[in-house]
């Protein structure tokens, strides 16, 4: 991205953040609530399992289903971390990228245990793809603008489960060969 495209983003984030009706200091409730009232459609924040982002890697993901939306993070990462994640998916919705391929498998089955992975991959897959390297730059940029504009607290909500603090021991352990 050269500067001049780079300044043009910057403006269209700046008109984005404008619209949005959001109290300082920030609320990440707050702030989906109005992404949500933007959008004309229900929009929830939902912690993915535990072992969903461990198997395939994913930290965050946004659902546009129907009727609704869905932001899904990972609550097994500090609490700055998960508020970064879910602004970098708002980010996604308020720039209005477009994805044609559903997530990988192992996410969907961790994140909808009840449905066949292949039939959610069908479902999810109408109207999206994977997000561009230019779209993934596009709302880190707007993500930190947001968290600048709004000056965001940590986020609240969901925290770890010791399940998942002994998933993570054992993983760190494997690195020094100290497995708790």
Sequence with gaps: MDHRELQ??????EVLLEIL???RPMEIEALCASVAEQRG????LIPMPSTAGARSSVCGMWLSFPNADQVYYTPVTSPLHQTHIILHELAHMLLDHQQNSAAAPAALSQLFPDLDPAMAARLLARGRSEATDRQEQEAELLASLMWQRFT???VAGATASPEAADTLARVMGSFTGREG
């Design 152 to 154: 965001a607290p940590l």
């Design 21 to 23: 009706d959001v109290p």
């Design 8 to 13: 043009a983003l910057k403006a269209r984030c």
């Design 41 to 44: 459609r229900p929009l929830r």
